[in-house]
Every structure is written in C-alpha cells, then in structure tokens.
C-alpha cells in the first residue's frame, strides 16, 4: 500500500509514491565504471540532486563489467551503472551468478565507437585503396579484404578487444564486422578488456582494435596508437547504452526511494543534456576520481567531436551522447528483445516465447512512469515495426519485436548453433 506525495523537479510537481511498510533505505551504494555514460549517475551525486531528493549516493568506481555484476549480486552494491544487455542476461540466466536484475531507468544513448591499431588500419587503405573519409561499411569491407589477405599469408587472426560477452560493445562490434561480410567467430579472435585498458593494450600491441564507451576511443587516436573506424551511431543510432541496474527485491522493498532516485536521475539528464552545462561537466567527469582523463578529450567527446586519428582527421557526429532527449530514459522492452536477437544471433541463447518474456521483463517502464508520471520523457509509439527506433541499422535491416527469431533467421552471418560463442566471460 502507498500513498501519493509531492516532490520537485526542476519547477514541476512530480508525484511519487511512498511506501508505508516500513523504513526504507535512503543511503545508496552505486557501482560504477569510469566511462562518459556514467555521467547522470555522478552528477546526481555531485551536483546534489540526490539530497534534493533525500537520497545520499556512495559512488564506487570499479574496473570490470564482472565485478559490477558480482557486487550487485552479492548485495556490495544497491543499485549499479550496467551495460544494457546485463540485466537482460541476467533474467535469462546467462552468464556466472545470473542474479535478477531490473533496470527502471536507462543512462542515456550513444558513445560507444570501434577502433582499430593504426598498423592494421594503414594495412587496409594499401591493400583496398580505402579513403581518410570512408563510412563504417566500407571500413568493415576493407577489414574483411584485409583478413582474407591474411588468411593467404598465414597471418595469426587479428584479436580485438571488447569490454564483456553481454554487452552492447559486444553485440555492435559483432554486428559491424558481420556486416562487412566477416564472422566473428572465425575470422577474428574476440576477447575481454575493461574499458580503462583497452587504449593502453592497444598501444602495448595486445590487441589489434576495440569496441569501447567513450572516451577511451579517443585517447587512443589522439595517442597516435588507434584509428577509429565506425561510431555507435553508424551502427544502429538509437541502440540503449547504459542503464540502472538494482535487484527486483530491492526495488520491491524500497519503492519510495527507487522512485525519488527516479526523479534526481531524470533531473539529472536534463542537466548533462544541456550544452550550456557541458564546460562544467567536462571538468566533472575528467577529475581524477572519476573517469580520469583530460578535460578537453572529454569536452569534445560531449560535442561529438572527434579526432580519428593522430593527423588530424576529424569528424563530428551529431548526438553522439543523448543523455535525455529522445526519451533516452526510457527503459524500451522492445530493444531488450533486439538484445534478446543478438544474444540468439551469436549463440549465446536460444529462441522461445518464454525467453522472450523474461529478457523484456528486465525493462521496467513501469516504475519510471510511476516516479515521472506526466513528466515522463515517453518514446512515439511507431505506426507500424519498421519506424521509431526499429530502423537504421547499418545494413539495412529493419527490426520487428513482433517476429525476433525470424529477425534473426535473415542474417547471412550468425552462430551456427546454440552453443555459446565468442570471448570468455570475465
């Protein structure tokens, strides 16, 4: 039972419901990875919109996607910044200690990016002519000319670096180089890197290119080590990033609070979506016990500006972050089943109804409804299932929840079967 009170946002009432079984945790601990996505999670904190709210975030940073998931499971963290695909994995089961894990709120969209060394990216423009301006197909192409000539030479295969096998990284990087005609699972080695040490294994040579969350990207290239060859954008525009993961029973017993979180965050994005707010964010984020990286990397990160290489190359990329705008918060159970898709593609999953059920029930629109009520950021409702979102991937496929396992079925290049594939869970 709840009733209805009053709390602030912005210059607006927001109605929020209050738990009256008993006291409910107002203290925090939130995981996080060092990466630009994190940003609402940390400005919430930082800027206060959690006091505002009677809420008090502990931000704890850690390295690896498998830690986070392990400390929310193990009740280290209350709720924790997780890749999107994770709570979806979680309520299939995948994955070491599958923990079930909702995700009310959806940290925004974009700034992921694929690079590649500089040695293999020079190798491709000698091989297949390939232009300084080349889009993220004809990129994948010239990799897949290149691998071929490899395979000739006797060449070991090429290993890239993504940052966990249920991730966004994963399923983007795997989607790209498919799309060019290579198999993931064949023609590249894909392995595990945490997103702070994928530039750094790059320039040691331990891998030959990454998929990653800003703005690890772009240190790489402004190193000279990285070339970036395609942006989250190229590949699906609209894909869901990062989100707020909790535990479903947590979120039971703290219903007042997971909507007054709710609230802050949604305050929050507001505000990191605001150029005018990007200077200040800029230097927030850089600090050092956050993401530690140079403010102007950062800075041009949020105005999507990117340096592709260490010559100069540049290239902006519009709405690189979306933060709020888009309803970019909103937790979409239609792209957990695109989720749900991938992980079928590559074998990590098999297609049944009840699979299907379960990876939509990770998104919880909801309980973001009820903490925004009229003031929530609501996605259009598209006409039919090949507008609104289910659009613009890069091969020009269209995207229909209605009918996943057919969706997948018209894939030239996927697993061969259900066993799982790909790099080893870390």
């Given at each position: 039972m709840s009733t209805m009170v009053?709390?602030?946002?912005?210059?607006?009432?927001?109605?929020?419901?209050?738990?009256?079984?008993?006291?409910?945790?107002r203290t925090l601990r939130a995981g996080y990875i060092p990466l630009m996505d994190a940003a609402i999670l940390i400005v919430t904190a930082e800027l206060g919109f959690a006091a505002t709210e009677g809420l008090h975030l502990e931000l704890v940073r850690d390295v690896t996607w498998a830690n986070v998931r392990d400390r929310l499971a193990f009740r280290q963290f209350d709720i924790a910044h997780m890749l999107s695909p994770m709570p979806v994995a979680s309520m299939l089961g995948l994955g070491s200690n599958p923990s079930p894990t909702i995700?009310?709120?959806?940290?925004?969209?974009?700034?992921?990016?694929?690079?590649?060394?500089?040695?293999?990216?020079?190798?491709?423009?000698?091989?297949?002519?390939?232009?300084?301006?080349?889009?993220?197909?004809?990129?994948?192409?010239?990799l897949a000319a290149l691998l071929a000539d490899m395979r000739?030479?006797?060449?070991?295969?090429?290993?890239?670096?993504?940052?966990?096998?249920f991730s966004s990284h994963n399923y983007?990087?795997?989607?790209?180089?498919?799309?060019?005609?290579?198999?993931?699972?064949?023609?590249?080695?894909l392995v595990v890197v945490p997103p702070p040490l994928t530039s750094d294994a790059l320039a040691a040579g331990g891998i030959d290119g990454f998929?990653?969350?800003?703005?690890?990207?772009?240190?790489?290239?402004?190193?000279?080590?990285?070339?970036?060859?395609?942006?989250?954008?190229?590949?699906w525009a609209l894909a869901p990033e990062?989100?707020?993961?909790?535990?479903?029973?947590?979120?039971?017993?703290?219903?007042?609070?997971?909507?007054?979180?709710?609230?802050?965050?949604?305050?929050?994005?507001?505000?990191?979506?605001?150029?005018?707010?990007?200077?200040?964010?800029?230097k927030i984020l850089s600090a050092p016990e956050y993401i530690a990286a140079p403010t102007g990397i950062v800075r041009r990160v949020l105005s999507g500006e990117f340096s592709l290489d260490a010559q100069g190359t540049k290239r902006i990329v519009p709405d690189y972050f979306l933060y709020h705008g888009k309803a970019a918060n909103y937790p979409r159970p239609d792209q957990a089943s695109w989720i749900y898709s991938q992980m079928i593609r590559w074998g990590q999953a098999d297609f049944s109804e009840e699979g299907l059920a379960r990876a939509r029930s990770a998104f919880r629109p909801d309980l973001y409804r009820t903490a925004l009520g009229e003031h929530a950021s609501v996605p259009d409702e598209p006409s039919d299932r090949s507008g609104a979102g289910y659009d613009g991937f890069m091969d020009g496929q269209l995207f229909d929840p209605t009918d996943v396992d057919g969706y997948v079925e018209r894939f030239a290049v996927r697993s061969p079967s259900s066993a799982a594939t790909g790099a080893v869970e870390g």
């Open positions: 009053s709390t602030q946002s912005g210059n607006s009432a927001i109605n929020a419901p209050v738990s009256v079984r008993g006291k409910e945790q995700a009310p709120f959806s940290l925004g969209r974009g700034g992921n990016a694929i690079t590649l060394s500089t040695r293999i990216f020079g190798r491709m423009k000698s091989l297949t002519g390939l232009s300084d301006d080349a889009g993220a197909l004809a990129n994948a192409r010239a000739l030479r006797g060449e070991a295969l090429p290993t890239l670096g993504m940052t966990y096998p983007e990087f795997r989607y790209w180089l498919a799309a060019g005609g290579i198999n993931p699972d064949r023609d590249v080695k998929c990653v969350g800003a703005p690890w990207n772009m240190i790489a290239s402004e190193r000279g080590t990285g070339r970036i060859v395609a942006a989250k954008q190229d590949i990062k989100v707020l993961g909790m535990r479903p029973d947590w979120a039971e017993a703290n219903a007042d609070t997971v909507s007054r979180l709710i609230v802050a965050l949604d305050r929050a994005a507001r505000w990191c979506d605001d150029p005018g707010h990007h200077d200040e964010l800029a």
